[in-house]
Each structure stands twice: as C-alpha cells, then as structure tokens.
C-alpha cells in the first residue's frame, strides 16, 4: 500500500490500513495462539485516558515481542497499560526506524502454517485483538467475528503525535511531499 498526499497549508497527516489478521483461514477463530515478533525495543504508553503518554523500554514487560511469542504471552501479567487498554492492544516504536522500508513486525499461525511479515516506512506499529469484537454485531466474509478474531497489524506514525514533541511530525507543509508504504508479505510454512 502507498499512501500520498500534498497540501497548501500546514495539515495533519496520518494514515494508515485499519485490516484485522486471522490467519487460520475462513473457519477464523482465536488469535491470541499466533506467534507474533516485533522489532521494536519500545513502547508507548498510553495514560488513563488512552492517549499515548511515554516512550518505554519493553524489557520485563508483557510488550517483549523481540522473539516470537505467543500473543496472549503474558496477558495475565499484572501491568497497568494491559488494565488501561483491557488486553493486548499497543503500539512500538520500529528499531531503527529512518523512513525507509523495514521489517516491523511477524505475525505466525503454527496450526495453519500461514505468516505475514509486515514491513514499513513508517515509524510505529499500533495493535489490537478484537477483545471488543462482539458475534452478533460485527459479520465478517465468513460468518460472525468472535472476540479475539482478528488482530490488527496498523503501521503508523504515533497517535497523538501533532501534541507530543517527542514523537515524530505528522505535519505535512506546503511544498512537501507525504509518501508512506506498507507491505504485507504473506507466506507458508
């Protein structure tokens, strides 16, 4: 996916894919049991209000996706930001990040043999498992979409970025150019 835009006034720009992930295929069903990695030794905090507060490390946290775990590995970790957000949604800062194309993320269903890779220019990589997903409202291709159906693999620049100077600018000037890509490369073992 590449996404662009120019504007002749200083504007806000963001934007990204809203696509959830169930690789078990059309049957669906719990993806807290993929194995997910994310290249990030970061994250961010969200506050009571579930702004993003400050950047953390992810050492001896339940955000420690540096090697491939399960997703619902340490969910039941005491940890305010799992209480905050109720379960296994967040976002992390890419090692590394510099603009150009990189790996940020592997998402891995062992039952099914099914990944996806997600590479980005982007700097942040936000997600959430369906914990609100509700069967009798929310329908999907194959049927009704379970709690923890779906998981989203969102690469961005950081939420609430225009009022955090730490994180980097999402305002986009006239005369320059916003161009940002995502990748999804799905493969089978």
Partial sequence: MEYEASTDKPTVVNLSNHTYFNLHGSAGSYVMEHLFTVEADTTV???????PDKLIPVEDTPFDFREPH????????????????????ACWKI??????????????DQRSGRGVETWTTEPALLTFTGRT?????????????????????????????????????????????????????????
């Fill in 133 to 189: 997903f509700d069967p009798s409202v929310h329908i999907g291709k194959y049927g009704p979409i379970q709690k923890y159906g779906g998981m989203l693999l969102e690469t961005i620049h950081f939420a609430d970025s225009p009022n955090q100077d730490r994180f980097p600018s999402t305002v986009l000037r006239p005369g320059e150019r916003y161009y940002s890509t995502t990748e999804y490369k799905f493969y089978a073992k």
């Fill in 95 to 108: 090692r590394g990040y510099d603009g150009n194309l990189r790996r940020a993320a592997d998402l891995y």
């Fill in 45 to 51: 905090l969200n506050n009571r209000q579930m702004c």
């Fill in 70 to 89: 399960t997703v619902d590995y340490r969910l039941d970790m005491p940890n305010e930001q799992l209480r905050i957000m109720k379960g296994m949604s």
